[in-house]
């Protein structure tokens, strides 16, 4: 069954960097586009990042994360990483790994990112 799971979060204070890690299995992992979702208390589940399956392309759906948020991939350890700079009190959120296959949305169950001195 498809599985993933996030590590990596923690409390970092403003001004520092995270790198949130997802491991997959279950399925062919290189083959499927992942994202980066985040979901700050109070508010909806919001994409951050996308990686295609080739990972020569990535979006960022926020204009706030660009040029602080990288997402990458790996695609012998099917793992996808996100790549946190500058990190602001308003990145605080739990963030989510993301795999769609067949119209089917598979999510983690997240790692907690608080950004707070």
């Known amino acids: 069954q498809v599985q993933l799971v996030e590590s990596g979060g923690g409390l970092v204070q403003p001004g520092g960097s995270l790198r949130l890690s997802c491991a997959a299995s279950?399925?062919?992992?290189?083959?499927?586009?992942m994202r980066w979702y985040r979901q700050a208390p109070g508010k909806e589940r919001e994409l951050v990042a996308a990686?295609?399956?080739?990972?020569?392309?990535?979006?960022y759906a926020d204009d706030s994360v660009k040029g602080r948020f990288t997402i990458s991939r790996d695609n012998a350890k099917n793992t996808v990483y996100l790549q946190m700079n500058s990190l602001k009190p308003e990145d605080t959120a739990v963030y989510y790994c993301?795999?769609?296959?067949?119209?089917?949305?598979?999510w983690g169950q997240g790692t907690q990112v608080i950004v707070s001195s």
């Open positions: 990686s295609t399956s080739a990972g020569g392309s990535t979006n």
């Open positions: 279950g399925f062919i992992f290189s083959r499927y586009v």
């Open positions: 993301n795999a769609r296959i067949s119209q089917k949305d598979y």
